[in-house]
C-alpha cells in the first residue's frame, strides 16, 4: 500500500472511530457502500477527491484532515 493511501486509510478510521461511528453509519451519512468503506480503510482502494470531499462532508472535517499524515 502506498504512503498517501494508508494515510487516508490511518485518517479516515480514526475519525470514524472518534465519533463512535461504525462503517455502517458513515457509510449511511456519506451515501456510499458500507464495503466501499471497509476498503478504503484497509487501503485496498483509493479515495478520488471526490469521495474525499464526501467523506468529510460525511466526517464534518475539512479534506485535508484525511490526508494529514
Known sequence: MNDLRNTVARNLRR???DKGWSQEELAFRAK?????????????????VTML??????LGVQ???LLKP
Open 32 to 48: 456510499v457502500d458500507r464495503s466501499y468503506i471497509s476498503q478504503l480503510e484497509t487501503g485496498v482502494y483509493s479515495a478520488s
Open 15 to 17: 475519525l470514524r472511530t
Open 53 to 58: 470531499g464526501k467523506l468529510s462532508k460525511a
Open 63 to 65: 479534506a485535508s484532515e
